[in-house]
């Protein structure tokens, strides 16, 4: 039997021509059902008084052609939204970059200031918000309108504002040394950059091995990260022999006491459990 849609022969007419594979059947099947429930989902699983009105008896499951047509719809939905993140991220960047009408400069704790607006850092950060506040009660920005991040460096500062105004600056990962990714996790914790914080807990996470995983798991303690933590500590389990003989545990444990502490009762679970 040749299926009228996988077959090498589905473009010429052959009897009987509505003949279909199970495998493209499942398929066809796999993508009605989810759209069906994106729709529903999208009404918020009610269903208009008139939508339910019109729908036939029979028509519970969506053709393939009304399938075809929603998956387009879709598509012309991304490229949109897509474009206007485009048009949103290079009208801000821009902006910051060429210095247009900067009203603050940020003092990094090491290396020149960057220049940056007051409006953009006080709408994506609530902290930004209140230091730069007139109200009293609030810490405000000094009257040179300057503000320091001690705790970051120059190019750590870059990527946080560059972060701030396009929500890139991370993209190539291989590219962003670790220490730069701890340093900006615990920023986005600090300052409240929700984005920011699960941006770089997924890339931390992705690179945890023996080799940083001491450190890794310091910042996730330090950032109150718990999906980077939990991470770290399972590597640092696998790997216990590696990580607790390695030369930098003994240092490790003399910083972080309480984690220490963590770590062997887990192993003694572990153990316990085998």
């Known amino acids: 039997m040749d299926c009228c849609i996988c077959s090498p022969m589905a473009t010429m007419y052959r009897l009987p021509r509505n003949t279909i594979c199970a495998p493209c059947y499942e398929g066809a099947k796999a993508i009605t059902g989810f759209l069906n429930k994106d729709e529903q989902e999208d ?30 719809e879709m598509g012309d939905r991304e490229e949109t939204t897509n474009q206007r993140a485009d048009f949103l ?18 003092k990094p704790g090491t290396g020149p200031p960057i220049p940056a607006h007051k409006a953009i850092l006080a709408a994506r950060s609530e902290i930004f918000r209140h230091m730069l506040s ?11 309108d300057a503000i320091s991040l001690p705790e970051l460096s120059h190019d750590e500062l870059f990527l946080l504002l560059s972060f701030l105004y396009t929500g890139g600056g991370l993209d190539d990962e291989d590219d962003v040394p ?36 001491l450190r890794t798991l310091e910042v ?23 990580v607790v003989f390695s030369p930098e545990y003994e240092d490790f444990a003399v910083r972080n006491v309480g984690l220490c502490v963590e770590i062997t009762r887990a192993l003694l679970a572990k153990t316990n459990a085998a």
């Open 43 to 72: 009404d918020g699983g009610r269903g208009s008084a008139k939508s339910r009105g019109s729908m036939k008896p029979n028509s519970s499951t969506m053709g393939m052609r009304d399938a075809w047509e929603k998956v387009k």
């Open 89 to 106: 991220e290079h009208g801000f960047g821009l902006a910051w970059k060429e210095g247009m009408h900067t009203d603050i400069v940020v």
């Open 134 to 144: 007139d109200e009293e009660q609030c810490i405000k920005a000094p009257a040179d």
């Open 178 to 213: 670790e220490r730069h990714l701890h340093a900006l996790l615990v920023a986005a914790d600090k300052y409240d950059v929700p984005f920011l914080r699960r941006d770089c807990e997924a890339r931390l996470a992705a690179r945890v091995e023996p080799r940083n995983v």
């Open 220 to 242: 996730a303690d330090l950032s109150s990260s718990a999906v980077l933590r939990e991470r770290a500590m399972d590597t640092v389990l696998e790997h216990a022999e590696q």
